[in-house]
């Protein structure tokens, strides 16, 4: 049986996400939210890499090249 093909476009929406990532970013809630538990994780303890991680993820998003845990990139807005 073939490997499954990536996700070309992520089913998760970017502006959930940029408003997860301003508001609660230090707790890395965006990073689970597009199912990046381990990051999230990563970034709580870090609080977010004292700001940086956050301000890195924020451009990412707004830019449109974040992308999810499967490697499909968030795409749609809306």
Do not use: N
């Not at 997860?20 to 990073?31: A, D, I, K, W």
């Not at 999230?40 to 451009?59: E, K, N, P, R």
């Amino acid at each position: 049986m073939p490997p499954e093909p990536k996700r070309v476009t992520s089913r998760r929406k970017i502006f959930p996400a940029l408003i997860l990532c301003l508001v609660f970013g230090l707790f890395g809630t965006h990073r689970f939210y597009v199912g990046k538990v381990g990051t999230g994780i990563l970034q709580m303890l870090t609080l977010g890499g004292l700001g940086f991680w956050v301000i890195f993820d924020a451009v990412l998003l707004i830019l449109g090249k974040f992308v999810d845990a499967e490697g499909a990139q968030l795409r749609d807005w809306t």
